[in-house]
């Protein structure tokens, strides 16, 4: 019953931030994400006690992966929520056009919420192509030319790519057909994968893995990623960013129990090459950016590719890694984004060759740059240097040595790339260009006090319940 | 309900007829440079597919597949125009493409390889399963993805663009029709609905783009790269 609240909460703060009045939208909005998250954690509290929640059986259920992925989302949708709120009224933005934002917003945090608690592929196909459809007039709302240009690129290559996956699935179906399994589900593909025509599973999980890798953005498909994380507003991009990308690669996710149970399938050979070839890309990127949002962007890029290079290890704690780098990621990258957003209101420009000295022009925006730049960048004591740390241990006690190797270089190259760039925008002498601070909006204060909070305790003590929770998410990536 | 025994021999033939034109039909939409006929070639070849559908339907005395046809028939030629008028101006169906990326005869052989490298992957597909994948609907609906990719990567305009979008959906269905039979039709109508969400949001996409920078020829934009040339970038607010 929780399960068929908290999908409908969105919709109807959808239709509610329809009215006309004024400053209704964001109350709304803001209460029913509170609700979402509430009942998200009540959801992964009874799935750790009680195991897999059942609503309807073959169509919607949720187990410890599922409900994981539905608690980032709605903690990252409550934290969005309230930066909006000051973030869009410091813009002057016509009521009308605010009404839309906040509509679109309900209806993004639908689609993304759809995609774990849903079990048929197909369906969850539909839901990811709408998470597309319903965030593309939020990366689009500032109206500029950049801005079009970007959402015109992300709905064009993220739904070349929905195409490709969907053919994917079909071929998946087919595969399931032919092993005689008669019951479409991610449970049911897994139980029938044994006797799947290899060649079906190993085509149907190429197409998924390249079609909707466009849309996590690994490389080569990459390219649309920094345009359309960069030009939306702050609070969307912390969402893209911060959880949309991992919603998506979790739909990828599911198929490796399936492969697993195939003998001869190679899903971890395919997760290694992409994830280190993101990976490694995009830390050598973050090396030339010139705009400190398209920064973010990439490393956005980087911890895919860590992700995906976890899983593809292939040990129960490196599984364990992945889905711990998930969490944390989601956590310091919505940060990142507020604090991007905090400097974009005191500065007025995206550029980081025309900041210098932020920490005098803006003391609360530049030391928030400061702290997202060190905690994304994997620095102790945050969250990520946890989690990478535990990727890391894990891909040395498997053998990995090469693909560790790797990974470690690479991310130091990325921890350069952004501490080089934050640092010369912190620090040194102010441009007289510059622009006199503005004073930031109460609630954005609180949101980046509240995340950064979290990111540092995160750090520092994993609660239990939350240890409980990624235990049985990665139990849920082996067969 | 059994097709009557007096057409069954046909069915396969006129079958293959239907792939043929749609694989035709996807060769003019890579192809034709003006924006209106590109539409019409897409209506023509979502005819195709409900009637490949129900000529499948026919053979395996499906229901369900006749359902597909009957929701193709219904949410493409109709539909789609219908919210392509409300949503984009009306001045992007005159456009032609007089420079297009590759001239045609280039272009013809890349689509060309694509169709024959789809047909050596459908048929790997068919010997690697015991499944009936028999007949041309797998190759020729992959054929269909893939010119509809290779249509993106070249149209500049942005109504061939969205019909190239939407193309590659048609081929995906034209092998699904074959490879996922089973599927439940009502998977089938929300992946059909979400066709039409498609087509709205881009269409307003369309229209910002044209009040904002007053082209439709959206493949031109290319502000956003990592180097600019000395050329300072128009700040997020003024």
New interface residues.
């Given amino acids: 019953m929780n399960v068929i609240v908290l999908l409908g909460l969105p919709l109807a703060a959808a239709a509610l931030s329809c009215l006309p009045w004024r400053r209704f939208a964001p109350a709304v909005t803001i209460a029913s994400c509170l609700a979402v998250l509430a009942d998200s954690v009540d959801i992964a509290r009874r799935v750790v006690g009680s195991g897999p929640a059942v609503v309807a059986p073959n169509w919607i259920v949720v187990d410890g992966l599922s409900a994981l992925v539905l608690l980032l989302i709605a903690f990252v949708g409550v934290t969005a929520a309230f930066f909006s709120w000051g973030y869009m009224s410091a813009e002057a933005h016509a009521p009308k056009r605010l009404r839309l934002y906040y509509v679109n917003y309900n209806l993004f945090i639908f689609s993304m919420l759809a995609i774990p608690v849903l079990v048929e592929p197909t369906l969850v196909w539909i839901v990811v192509e709408l998470t597309t459809l319903c965030s593309a007039l939020l990366v689009c709302f500032e109206d500029t030319r950049e801005a079009l240009e970007a959402a015109w690129k992300y709905v064009v290559l993220s739904l070349m790519g929905a195409a490709v996956a969907l053919l994917g699935f079909l071929i998946l179906f087919a595969a399931m057909q032919a092993a005689g399994g008669e019951i479409y589900t991610w449970a049911g593909l897994t139980a029938s994968a044994s006797k799947m025509p290899l060649i079906l599973l190993q085509t149907a999980f190429l197409l998924i893995l390249v079609g909707l890798g466009t849309k996590v953005g690994l490389v080569p498909m990459h390219t649309w990623l920094p345009d359309a994380h960069s030009q939306a507003p702050s609070p969307v991009c912390a969402l893209l960013s911060g959880v949309e990308t991992t919603a998506v690669l979790y739909v990828i996710l599911r198929l490796f129990p399936v492969l697993k149970a195939a003998p001869g399938a190679h899903a971890e050979a395919w997760a290694t090459v992409f994830g280190l070839a993101s990976l490694g890309v995009a830390a050598f990127l973050l090396l030339q950016v010139r705009d400190y949002k398209r920064m973010f962007a990439f490393s956005t890029v980087e911890h895919m590719g860590i992700i995906l290079l976890a899983v593809g290890l292939g040990t129960s704690e490196a599984h364990y890694g992945a889905l711990y780098q998930a969490l944390t990621h989601a956590l310091a990258k919505s940060f990142c984004f507020f604090a991007a957003g905090a400097v974009l209101l005191a500065t007025g420009t995206r550029e980081i060759a025309s900041i210098r000295g932020l920490i005098r022009i803006s003391p609360i925006a530049g030391a928030g740059l400061l702290f997202g730049g060190l905690a994304i960048a994997g620095a102790p004591p945050f969250a990520v240097f946890l989690s990478e740390f535990s990727i890391f241990k894990a891909g040395l006690a498997g053998g990995h040595y090469l693909a560790t190797g790797s990974l470690v270089l690479f991310i130091a190259v990325g921890f350069i790339g952004v501490l080089f760039h934050v640092n010369r925008m912190v620090f040194g002498e102010i441009h007289a260009g510059n622009r006199p601070q503005l004073r930031l909006p109460a609630s954005c204060l609180a949101v980046l006090g509240i995340t950064a909070l979290l990111v540092t305790g995160l750090g520092l003590y994993l609660p239990e319940p939350l240890h409980q929770l990624l235990r049985l998410g990665a139990a849920a990536l082996e067969r | 309900m059994d097709a009557p025994h007096a057409i069954l021999p046909f069915l396969d033939p006129l079958n293959t007829l239907a792939g043929g034109l749609f694989l035709l039909a996807a060769f003019g939409i890579a192809m034709t440079r003006q924006a209106k006929g590109c539409l019409n070639l897409f209506i023509a070849q979502s005819l195709l597919l409900a009637v490949s559908a129900l000529l499948l339907g026919l053979k395996y005395a499906s229901w369900h597949l006749y359902g597909v046809a009957l929701v193709n028939v219904i949410a493409k030629p109709v539909l789609i125009p219908w919210i392509l008028r409300r949503t984009v101006p009306g001045e992007v169906y005159t456009r032609r493409e007089i420079e297009q990326v590759l001239n045609i005869p280039i272009s013809l052989l890349i689509a060309l390889s694509l169709a024959i490298l789809a047909f050596f992957?459908g048929g790997?597909?068919q010997?690697?399963?015991?499944?009936e994948?028999h007949g041309s609907n797998v190759p020729i609906?992959?054929a269909g993805?893939f010119i509809?990719?290779y249509t993106?990567t070249v149209r500049r305009e942005a109504l061939p663009?969205l019909i190239g979008?939407l193309a590659?959906?048609n081929?995906?269905f034209f092998?699904?029709i074959v490879?996922?039979r089973?599927?439940p039709l009502l998977?089938e109508l929300?992946?059909c609905t979400?066709g039409l969400?498609?087509v709205f949001?881009?269409g307003?996409?369309i229209r910002?783009?044209h009040r904002?920078?007053g082209t439709t020829g959206?493949g031109t934009?290319?502000?956003?790269k990592?180097?600019?040339p000395g050329r300072p970038?128009?700040?997020?607010?003024q």
């Avoid at chain 2, 010997?127 to 499944?131: F, H, K, N």
């Avoid at chain 2, 934009?221 to 956003?224: D, G, K, P, T, V």
């Fill in positions: 992957l790997l597909l010997e690697g399963t015991a499944l994948l609906g992959i993805v509809g990719a993106l663009l979008l590659m959906e081929g995906a092998a699904g490879l996922a089973k599927m998977v929300a992946i979400d969400i498609v949001i881009t307003v996409l910002a783009v904002r920078i959206v934009l290319s502000e956003l990592e180097h600019l970038r128009e700040e997020a607010r």
